[in-house]
DNA sequence: TATTTAATTCATTATTGTTGAATTTGATAT
DNA sequence: ATATCAAATTCAACAATAATGAATTAAATA
């Protein structure tokens, strides 16, 4: 069954006349007549009943009735299909490392989601290695994350610099500083985050080139947790900065970072191989790129 | 879009394979190729992702999801029109007049029904000239009635002579004899149908041939009152033989009628523009013909 | 009977779908 | 690296079929 002999067909019947179907489908009359002759060969069935006036066989009734909906679908697939094509329309599948996914994220996405109603998005907050994973697997569009170890399929574009503080209790005698150094760490506990985070991976390879090979740490899993022990005294971290700005910090004190400790360049995390791009995660990813990057830092 | 293209496209899907699904259509693959770049030219946008495995894009996987029950309802379609068209299927629009349709008919639908599970069947229980009407208007496929007043339109075939017999109650002075004739019409009153009754113009007729212009008559709307009437001694009535036999006729005389009084012709009313007569109700007219026809009547 | 309108037929033309051979691509084995 | 293999693509040639206009038929109107 040809869709196009449907159409004509359906137009037959609402004009009841060959002639006004040609006419709005700009065919030739007889082109008319031969694709419902193939129609009716096809079926083994007339569809029309030529008499005085233009009538329908039962099977006619039946095609009309049940083509319509299917032409109907048609279209609007069509149309759905279109709208993903530009962009209109579409699913976003992002992954996020924290604190991005928690602080910068909401707003963004908020914005981006009133500007495309017809677009939805799937977030998933995990580590930068499971992120890449997932974008090599092709079950998220891309990441905002750090740069993972590289794998040749994916392409990291580094867009911001995800800087770095200390928090210190009242008391501490470092507090009186401006500035820590890395090697103002050996004076105090230091309180760090799960084995997952990219910046504990710094932190390490920072202190191993500063000689402090043993020091005494603490593990907390949760960063937002690390104030509260902070507050207890039980030594010092390292934290995102927006994280302190955000979160009032309050009887904590919040002093800058010196040198390779200030951060870590967080960038997008996509894959070579997904081009071309899907319309609506394109848009997507300019948009965050727009909030996200500072000029300088994508050359790094 | 090209529904040979949106199957191929399916199958490609389900196997993860060009030369699969160019192997079950009996393509070359070079075929499959094409229709797939045509469709993606036409959409405007990828549909598969040819790397290292086949993949779908996001436009893939909706017209994957949504092009699915579109192919099985065309399938669907295309087999009703199919058993539409060798009358596996079908509505049967059926009218008929008293008294086949209560004493001939219920008996005969009820086994072409449960022989034909997938036709429906709608009957018009009317008069002859009304029944004549929604057959030539093409509201019914054909009727079961007397011949009406012939239109050009329409053909009639004869089946069966429907007989007529006369109650008479039992007292009556004409219940000694065996057979009633026109001539004994003069007797006593008579009770008459409604004037749409076919019977009752051939009996007004006859009356006129025999001298009986002027006759006490009454009448009756319904055939089923008639016997009560009779049964009263208001007069006496022709009524349909198979009505007498069927309902327990007591209290009241039958006999036998003679000469043109003996019955009316009945058989099938349809139009000559209905050909090619739709399957379903050509097998449901064969299978009442094979019934109710008489053999020697259709010649008449 | 003539006239008009609508549908059909048929031969021609235009379009498109299909194909095989050659080529490219990516994966696997050597 | 290189050879090998399977899968997908390209391209030119071919086949199929869809569309057309002119002529014809059929029915409706004047």
Known sequence: ????????????????????AADELNYAQSTVTMQIQ????????????????????????????QSLPMLKNMEQLENNLKNLATGESGHVRIGVTEPTASYR????????????????????????AALADSVAAGRLDFAVCTSPGLQSELFFEPWFQEEFIALLPSDHPLAGREVITAGDLTADRLLITAAGCPYRRKLEMVLQETGNIQLDTMEIGSMTALKYYVESGLGIALVPRIMAERDGISRVEVRALSGTLIGMTSGVLGREAAYPFPPAAHKCLDYLKSRLAQPGKELQ
Request: net charge positive; charged share 25%.
């Open 105 to 128: 994220l909401p707003a963004m996405l908020k914005a981006f989601l009133s500007e495309n109603p017809g677009i939805r998005v799937s977030l998933e907050i995990a580590s930068t």
């Open 1 to 20: 069954m040809d869709v196009k002999a449907l159409k004509t067909f359906q137009l037959i019947v609402k004009h009841g006349s060959f002639v006004r």
């Open 38 to 65: 193939k129609l009716e060969a096809e079926l083994g069935t007339a569809l029309l009943t030529r008499g005085k006036e233009l009538g329908l066989t039962e099977a006619g009734r039946l095609l009309y009735e």
